[in-house]
Protein backbone atom coordinates (compact mmCIF):
# COMPACT_ATOMS: atom_id res chain seq x y z
CA UNK A 1 0.00 0.00 0.00
CA UNK A 2 1.35 3.35 -1.39
CA UNK A 3 1.91 5.74 1.87
CA UNK A 4 3.04 9.03 2.29
CA UNK A 5 3.47 10.28 5.54
CA UNK A 6 4.01 13.75 7.20
CA UNK A 7 4.25 15.38 10.33
CA UNK A 8 1.29 16.51 11.63
CA UNK A 9 2.59 19.35 13.36
CA UNK A 10 1.35 22.24 14.04
CA UNK A 11 4.72 23.71 13.27
CA UNK A 12 4.76 26.72 14.73
CA UNK A 13 7.68 29.19 13.29
CA UNK A 14 7.95 33.20 13.71
CA UNK A 15 7.00 35.79 11.01
CA UNK A 16 9.66 36.21 8.82
CA UNK A 17 11.36 33.08 9.15
CA UNK A 18 11.93 30.11 7.24
CA UNK A 19 9.12 27.13 7.71
CA UNK A 20 10.33 23.89 6.32
CA UNK A 21 8.09 21.31 5.82
CA UNK A 22 8.81 17.59 4.93
CA UNK A 23 6.88 14.81 3.19
CA UNK A 24 8.27 11.05 2.89
CA UNK A 25 6.72 8.34 0.45
CA UNK A 26 6.91 4.63 0.05
CA UNK A 27 6.54 4.07 -3.76
CA UNK A 28 10.00 3.99 -5.11
CA UNK A 29 8.84 4.77 -8.54
CA UNK A 30 6.40 7.86 -7.56
CA UNK A 31 7.41 10.39 -10.65
CA UNK A 32 4.99 13.25 -9.23
CA UNK A 33 4.88 15.31 -6.30
CA UNK A 34 2.79 18.12 -5.20
CA UNK A 35 2.50 20.47 -2.25
CA UNK A 36 -1.22 21.45 -2.14
CA UNK A 37 -2.22 24.98 0.60
CA UNK A 38 -5.36 24.70 2.56
CA UNK A 39 -6.89 27.12 4.58
CA UNK A 40 -9.60 26.09 7.33
CA UNK A 41 -13.13 24.94 5.61
CA UNK A 42 -11.34 25.83 2.49
CA UNK A 43 -10.46 23.87 -0.88
CA UNK A 44 -7.12 22.65 -1.32
CA UNK A 45 -5.54 24.96 -3.38
CA UNK A 46 -2.01 23.95 -5.54
CA UNK A 47 0.78 25.69 -5.10
CA UNK A 48 4.17 23.32 -6.02
CA UNK A 49 4.85 20.65 -8.11
CA UNK A 50 8.06 18.62 -8.80
CA UNK A 51 8.65 16.07 -10.83
CA UNK A 52 12.54 16.08 -11.01
CA UNK A 53 15.36 15.94 -8.54
CA UNK A 54 17.14 18.88 -6.97
CA UNK A 55 15.14 22.32 -6.61
CA UNK A 56 12.07 24.55 -7.73
CA UNK A 57 11.56 27.66 -6.49
CA UNK A 58 8.77 29.76 -6.79
CA UNK A 59 8.59 33.39 -5.21
CA UNK A 60 8.85 32.55 -1.47
CA UNK A 61 8.21 28.63 -1.66
CA UNK A 62 11.09 26.02 -2.70
CA UNK A 63 10.08 22.19 -3.15
CA UNK A 64 13.04 19.65 -3.08
CA UNK A 65 13.04 16.22 -4.42
CA UNK A 66 15.57 13.09 -3.44
CA UNK A 67 13.76 10.48 -5.27
CA UNK A 68 17.05 8.21 -4.09
CA UNK A 69 16.06 9.08 -0.31
CA UNK A 70 12.20 9.30 -1.23
CA UNK A 71 11.92 12.73 0.50
CA UNK A 72 10.49 15.71 -0.68
CA UNK A 73 10.06 18.86 0.97
CA UNK A 74 8.56 22.58 0.90
CA UNK A 75 10.15 25.81 1.99
CA UNK A 76 8.68 28.65 2.82
CA UNK A 77 10.73 32.01 2.82
CA UNK A 78 10.09 35.15 4.85
CA UNK A 79 7.09 33.75 6.29
CA UNK A 80 3.58 35.56 7.04
CA UNK A 81 0.64 34.81 9.15
CA UNK A 82 -1.38 34.66 6.01
CA UNK A 83 1.06 31.09 5.43
CA UNK A 84 -0.45 29.66 8.16
CA UNK A 85 -2.62 26.54 6.99
CA UNK A 86 -2.25 23.13 6.55
CA UNK A 87 -0.29 21.91 3.82
CA UNK A 88 -0.86 18.34 2.07
CA UNK A 89 1.87 16.78 0.10
CA UNK A 90 0.40 14.50 -2.46
CA UNK A 91 2.54 11.72 -4.64
CA UNK A 92 1.83 10.23 -7.81
CA UNK A 93 2.99 6.85 -8.52
CA UNK A 94 4.79 5.19 -11.84
CA UNK A 95 1.27 4.38 -13.77
CA UNK A 96 -0.78 6.17 -12.46
CA UNK A 97 -2.38 9.69 -12.62
CA UNK A 98 -3.69 9.47 -9.10
CA UNK A 99 -2.45 11.21 -6.28
CA UNK A 100 -2.12 9.71 -2.85
CA UNK A 101 -1.96 12.91 -0.03
CA UNK A 102 -0.74 12.72 3.68
CA UNK A 103 -2.80 13.64 6.29
CA UNK A 104 -0.85 17.20 6.15
CA UNK A 105 1.21 19.55 8.12
CA UNK A 106 -0.41 22.31 10.51
CA UNK A 107 1.75 25.14 9.90
CA UNK A 108 1.20 28.46 12.47
CA UNK A 109 3.08 31.68 11.62
CA UNK A 110 3.12 34.37 14.44
CA UNK A 111 3.74 37.95 14.46
CA UNK B 1 -12.41 31.94 -14.84
CA UNK B 2 -14.61 30.28 -12.27
CA UNK B 3 -13.35 27.68 -10.33
CA UNK B 4 -14.82 24.12 -9.19
CA UNK B 5 -17.73 24.46 -6.79
CA UNK B 6 -19.83 21.97 -5.00
CA UNK B 7 -22.96 22.15 -3.44
CA UNK B 8 -24.17 21.45 -1.07
CA UNK B 9 -21.33 23.13 1.07
CA UNK B 10 -22.77 21.10 4.05
CA UNK B 11 -25.45 18.23 4.27
CA UNK B 12 -26.77 16.77 7.91
CA UNK B 13 -28.79 13.47 7.33
CA UNK B 14 -29.91 10.70 9.25
CA UNK B 15 -29.31 7.09 8.51
CA UNK B 16 -30.64 5.96 5.73
CA UNK B 17 -30.92 8.39 4.01
CA UNK B 18 -30.26 9.63 0.46
CA UNK B 19 -27.71 12.39 -0.20
CA UNK B 20 -26.58 13.87 -3.59
CA UNK B 21 -23.51 15.74 -3.96
CA UNK B 22 -23.03 18.15 -6.83
CA UNK B 23 -19.52 18.98 -8.34
CA UNK B 24 -19.14 21.66 -11.67
CA UNK B 25 -15.74 21.39 -12.87
CA UNK B 26 -13.61 24.32 -13.94
CA UNK B 27 -14.68 24.47 -18.06
CA UNK B 28 -12.75 22.34 -20.71
CA UNK B 29 -11.52 20.34 -17.61
CA UNK B 30 -12.34 16.39 -19.18
CA UNK B 31 -10.81 14.79 -15.85
CA UNK B 32 -13.08 14.91 -12.98
CA UNK B 33 -12.57 13.28 -9.83
CA UNK B 34 -14.12 12.82 -6.32
CA UNK B 35 -12.48 12.24 -3.28
CA UNK B 36 -13.10 11.90 0.97
CA UNK B 37 -11.80 12.94 3.95
CA UNK B 38 -13.04 11.49 6.69
CA UNK B 39 -11.96 12.97 9.96
CA UNK B 40 -8.33 12.72 11.15
CA UNK B 41 -7.96 10.89 8.31
CA UNK B 42 -6.16 11.97 4.79
CA UNK B 43 -7.95 12.52 1.52
CA UNK B 44 -8.56 9.51 -0.03
CA UNK B 45 -9.49 8.85 -4.18
CA UNK B 46 -13.48 7.61 -4.80
CA UNK B 47 -12.97 7.69 -8.92
CA UNK B 48 -12.41 9.34 -12.01
CA UNK B 49 -14.07 10.37 -14.94
CA UNK B 50 -13.16 11.43 -18.31
CA UNK B 51 -15.73 13.47 -19.70
CA UNK B 52 -18.47 11.04 -19.36
CA UNK B 53 -16.95 7.96 -18.46
CA UNK B 54 -16.07 6.31 -15.25
CA UNK B 55 -11.94 6.06 -15.98
CA UNK B 56 -10.87 4.34 -12.75
CA UNK B 57 -13.79 3.87 -9.75
CA UNK B 58 -11.26 1.69 -7.64
CA UNK B 59 -12.03 3.69 -4.89
CA UNK B 60 -15.36 3.71 -4.16
CA UNK B 61 -16.30 1.78 -0.82
CA UNK B 62 -19.45 -0.20 -1.65
CA UNK B 63 -22.25 -0.20 -3.89
CA UNK B 64 -23.99 2.43 -2.21
CA UNK B 65 -22.45 5.19 -3.75
CA UNK B 66 -23.43 5.96 -7.06
CA UNK B 67 -21.45 8.54 -9.18
CA UNK B 68 -22.77 9.69 -12.70
CA UNK B 69 -21.09 12.64 -15.15
CA UNK B 70 -24.27 12.76 -17.29
CA UNK B 71 -22.75 14.68 -20.63
CA UNK B 72 -19.25 14.99 -19.28
CA UNK B 73 -20.03 18.06 -17.29
CA UNK B 74 -21.20 18.28 -14.21
CA UNK B 75 -21.20 15.60 -12.00
CA UNK B 76 -23.35 13.94 -9.01
CA UNK B 77 -22.50 11.49 -6.06
CA UNK B 78 -24.99 9.58 -4.76
CA UNK B 79 -24.84 8.19 -1.29
CA UNK B 80 -27.92 5.67 -0.85
CA UNK B 81 -28.61 4.61 2.01
CA UNK B 82 -26.46 6.38 4.17
CA UNK B 83 -24.56 5.33 7.07
CA UNK B 84 -22.70 6.28 10.08
CA UNK B 85 -19.47 6.07 8.46
CA UNK B 86 -20.15 8.26 5.24
CA UNK B 87 -19.42 11.17 7.35
CA UNK B 88 -16.58 13.32 5.77
CA UNK B 89 -15.64 16.10 3.29
CA UNK B 90 -16.15 15.04 -0.19
CA UNK B 91 -13.97 17.01 -2.43
CA UNK B 92 -14.07 17.08 -6.17
CA UNK B 93 -11.23 18.05 -8.49
CA UNK B 94 -10.79 18.87 -11.96
CA UNK B 95 -8.16 19.34 -14.25
CA UNK B 96 -6.99 18.95 -17.99
CA UNK B 97 -4.08 17.00 -20.30
CA UNK B 98 -2.57 14.24 -18.36
CA UNK B 99 -4.73 15.14 -14.98
CA UNK B 100 -1.84 15.47 -12.51
CA UNK B 101 -2.33 18.89 -11.44
CA UNK B 102 -5.61 18.95 -10.11
CA UNK B 103 -7.79 21.83 -8.87
CA UNK B 104 -10.06 21.02 -5.83
CA UNK B 105 -13.18 22.55 -4.86
CA UNK B 106 -14.28 24.01 -1.37
CA UNK B 107 -15.70 20.24 -0.36
CA UNK B 108 -18.97 19.40 1.13
CA UNK B 109 -18.99 18.02 4.70
CA UNK B 110 -21.41 15.79 4.88
CA UNK B 111 -22.62 14.54 8.44
CA UNK B 112 -24.70 10.87 8.64
CA UNK B 113 -26.37 10.82 12.04
Known amino acids: QKEVEQNSGPLSVPEGAIASLNCTYS??????FFWYRQYSGKSPELIMS????GDKEDGRFTAQLNKASQYVSLLIRDSQPSDSATYLCAVIGGGSYIPTFGRGTSLIVHP | EAGVTQFPSHSVIEKGQTVTLRCDPI?????LYWYRRVMGKEIKFLLH????????ESGMPNNRFLAERTGGTYSTLKVQPAELEDSGVYFC???????????FGPGTRLTVL
Open chain 2, 93 to 103: ASSHGDGREQF
Open chain 2, 27 to 31: SGHDN
Open chain 2, 49 to 56: FVKESKQD
Open chain 1, 50 to 53: IYSN
Open chain 1, 27 to 32: DRVSQS
